[in-house]
């Protein structure tokens, strides 16, 4: 069975530029999730989605970043314009809709300079 | 106070010998407790889920949970070369969103 997949694996722009990052979940896993994980740090959630519902998207800097699961399945994180503290790796995760185990892609790792 | 704590360490072990790695919490609606496995440029990989005070084992793994005293613990033994990674320990709080500990780098010496 093919894992979470994630695109690119690293991206390195300038400052003020505009990036955007594809997620394709476990087949079935009808939730969705995009973290932010900085250096030393555990991953933070950005968002959830139930199948296209964002249904948590209380910690995702809504001035910047954007984020859409059309269709319920593929989802886009974006940022608009990036900043030097987005630097970090961006991790999305799937799981079985009511259950509690995630099942995390290889993320991909931005450096904004 | 946050409300996952974890030593980031590093720690460092001889093969073969038990590694024991922490986390204490501070939220007792906390019900689900979790490790993850992470090496380097990797994404976090499930080892242990749990959701009861007491023990829960997988071979080398032993997954400890305390709730009155808001502690988890996670036991390796005959530790490898190969376990050598950052271990996040993450618990589910009651919106079901779950949160993280900033991870235990772990370094097996042969």
């Known amino acids: 069975e093919a894992g979470v997949v994630q695109s690119p694996r690293y991206k390195i722009i300038e400052k003020k530029q505009p990036v955007a990052f594809w997620c394709n979940p476990i087949s079935g896993h009808n939730t969705l999730y995009w973290y932010r994980q900085n250096l030393g740090q555990g991953p933070e959630l950005l968002i959830r989605y139930e199948n296209e519902e964002a249904v948590d998207d209380s910690q995702l800097p809504k001035d910047r970043f954007s984020a859409e699961r059309l269709k319920g399945v593929d989802s886009t994180l974006k940022i608009q314009p990036a900043e030097l503290g987005d630097s970090a790796v961006y991790l999305c995760a799937s799981s079985l809709e009511g259950v509690h185990e995630q099942y995390f892609g290889p993320g991909t790792r931005l450096t904004v300079t | 106070q946050k409300e996952v704590e974890q030593d980031p360490g590093p720690l460092s072990v001889p093969e073969g010998a038990i590694v024991s790695l922490n986390c204490t919490y501070s939220?007792?609606?906390?019900?689900?407790f979790m490790w993850y496995r992470q090496y380097s440029r990797k994404g976090p990989e499930l080892l242990m889920y749990t959701y009861s005070s007491g023990n829960k084992e997988d071979g080398r793994f032993t997954a400890q949970v305390d709730k009155s005293s808001k502690y988890i613990s996670l036991f390796i033994r005959d530790s490898q070369p190969s376990d050598s990674a950052t271990y996040l320990c993450a618990m589910i709080d009651p919106r079901d969103k779950i949160i993280f500990g900033k991870g235990t780098r772990l370094h097996i010496l042969p």
């Open positions: 939220n007792s609606a906390f019900q689900y």
